[in-house]
Every structure is written in C-alpha cells, then in structure tokens.
C-alpha cells in the first residue's frame, strides 16, 4: 500500500522506473533501520490511514503525502535538529523532481511544524500533526507497544536520564488545552489520548 502510494504520487514527476524505485529504496532503507522501533514504515501506514479518512477534508493531498513519507526520514534519537534535516533533505527531493515551489514550501512548513504540534494558520498542517500524534490516543495495548518502542528507541539512556526526560514530554501535552487541533481528531482521540498520558506519567512517578 506505502509502495504504491508513493509511486502515484510520483507519477507525476518521473516516468523513471530506476529513479522512483531509487527513491523508495531510501525511504525503506531509513524507515526499517535496525535503531528504529516506532519511527518505522508501520507509523507512515498508520498515518495514510489516519489521513485517507479525511481526504477531502484535505486542501493539498499531494503535499500532505510528500510530508508524510519524508518527515522522519532522517531521526536519531540523541539529536535535535531532526525535523529541520528531514525538511530539508525533503525539499532536495522534490526540486529535483520538479515539484512545484508551493507544495514544495507546504511539506517543508509541515514538516518543521511536527517538532512541536502547535496550532498552523494552515488547516492541513493541522491535520498531519494531529494525525502524527494520534498514537496517543490508541487502544491502552496499542500505547503500551508505542511507549515500548520508543523506550527502544531511546535505549542509549539509562532511566534515570530517559524517565525525567517522557515526564517532562507528558506534562507538556497534559498542560495543553487541547492535544488534538482539529475537530476530526480531538472527537477521535483527544479523551483516550489523556488517559494513555496520565497513566503512563502515573506510572514514571511510581
């Protein structure tokens, strides 16, 4: 499904058979690395189905797809600068594909807007960093996998350096007034999603 998806959004810019499988053969090459737990190709299949439901709520399908196939594609946990290198690695991509300079300029803002999920002026920017957090607002069973990995991901720290550091993540979205931006999301997930958050802080503190 993430295959195909990709290529169709590549259609419209190559006829390249080599090229468009070059460029998959990236994005699978990063999103499978060994280091990764969540950040994998299961999240970027968790967020088309987040997104498909809500396609034509959507201005800009087609930037929304570029932002998700490249906003983690470059993630190292002890790093900062994450978003800002996949945004830019992101653009590289899509100018040499010729994609117009607008699309182009959206999927970079989308992706820089995903390090910290305030409120755009931009309803689909909206939309993607919603659906990107809409893990927390999962199942109990399918959050405690998602917290799991990325303990994993986060292994290089011992927990007396890893559990100050997911309290303090916690407390930033229990202190929002709303997680989820979007009306879509927050009837979805908003109250499930504070219930994963709490209990999870409850249990660091214990």
Request: aromatic share 12%; net charge neutral.
């Amino acid at each position: 499904m993430l295959k195909n998806t990709f290529f169709e959004l590549l259609a419209t810019y190559s006829a390249d058979p080599r090229q468009k499988e070059a460029l998959w053969d990236e994005l699978e090459k990063a999103y499978t690395n060994q280091k990764r737990h969540y950040h994998t190709l299961r999240h970027l299949e968790h967020l088309l189905l987040q997104l498909t439901e809500i396609k034509g709520q959507l201005e800009n399908w087609e930037a929304i797809l570029f932002t998700l196939f490249y906003h983690d594609i470059i993630y190292k946990p002890l790093k900062s600068d994450n978003e800002e290198r996949s945004a830019a690695h992101a653009v590289q991509i899509m100018q040499q594909l010729a994609v117009p300079a607008d699309v182009t300029v959206l999927c970079r803002e989308q992706i820089l807007a995903t390090k910290s999920h305030q409120a755009s002026v931009n309803s689909d920017t909206n939309y993607f960093t919603d659906a990107d957090l809409s893990i927390l607002g999962s199942t109990p069973e399918v959050y405690a996998r998602y917290c799991q990995n990325v303990r994993k991901e986060y292994a290089v720290f011992p927990d007396f350096i890893y559990r100050p550091g997911r309290k303090k993540v916690l407390k930033h979205f229990l202190a929002m007034e709303k997680i989820f931006k979007t009306d879509h999301f927050f009837d979805k997930f908003e109250r499930n999603a504070r219930r994963n958050l709490a209990e999870e802080l409850r249990d660091l503190t214990e």
